[in-house]
């Protein structure tokens, strides 16, 4: 069985090649067909500078890490089935680790990650194990379904954090994660302000009903609001 996969071969330049897909039914991975993949912040870094800061990635690079599918094919003994539409979970970790252990999987000395050290999700097929697999109700489309990971880092501060209902917060940043945060907070009955040095995403922002503004008018309030 064939594949297209696109991967970024150099600076500005993504290939899209084909490759078969190494896959049986008698394991326990889960074969699914991409319909949804998100592109991160992140993935424009690389295509445009080839890394994140002092950090280059080795070329070439799978790329996509946002993704949700349709199971195409499983194991009859699996608690999938064809034609299920999941969001996926990117990284795949041990279990068994002491970061596993207090739940910071995360950390995993040994995770491999889509888009970094395993296969990319910008491929018609990828190949994926059950506890990456997530599936979704009717109500959710496939693209509200690649949204699950970016919202994932959202919900995760708030697990992390002992913020009370109706604190006021900053939220420093207001790009996709930043607005996740905020819609969050706002359910939570909480009075974010967001801030950015990027005007347009402050205007967005402020578009969905927001407090956004520049750091100068951080420096204003400062002490008033905890930093998120």
Not at 5 to 14: K, Y
Not at 46 to 58: A, N
Not at 82 to 106: Q, T
Not at 116 to 138: C, M, T, W, Y
């Amino acid at each position: 069985m064939k594949n297209k996969v696109a991967n970024l071969v150099s600076i500005g330049n993504i290939e899209i090649s084909e490759e078969e897909v190494l896959y049986s039914n008698s394991s326990q991975k889960v074969l699914v067909k991409m319909t949804s993949v998100g592109i991160c912040g992140s993935d424009i870094h690389y295509f445009d500078h080839g890394g994140l800061g002092s950090f280059k990635q080795p070329m070439p690079m799978p790329m996509g890490h946002e993704p949700a599918g349709i199971v195409y094919d499983c194991s009859p003994h699996s608690k999938f089935k064809p034609g299920d539409r999941v969001a996926i979970e990117p990284g795949f970790s041990c279990y068994e680790c002491s970061s596993c252990f207090s739940g910071k999987h995360n950390l995993c000395s040994t995770v491999e990650f889509m888009g970094a050290n395993s296969d990319g999700a910008l491929r018609e097929f990828i190949v994926l194990e059950e506890d990456q697999l997530f599936k979704i109700p009717k109500s959710m489309s496939n693209n509200a379904a690649a949204l699950l990971e970016p919202a994932g880092i959202a919900l995760h501060t708030f697990n992390i954090l002992n913020l009370k209902f109706g604190s006021n917060i900053a939220i420093v940043g207001a790009g996709p994660i930043g607005l996740s945060t905020a819609i969050y907070s706002r359910k939570m009955g909480m009075s974010p302000l967001l801030i950015d040095t990027v005007e347009y995403r402050n205007e967005f922002a402020q578009s969905l009903g927001f407090t956004a503004a520049s750091p100068n008018m951080m420096a204003n309030h400062a002490g008033s609001f905890a930093a998120v």
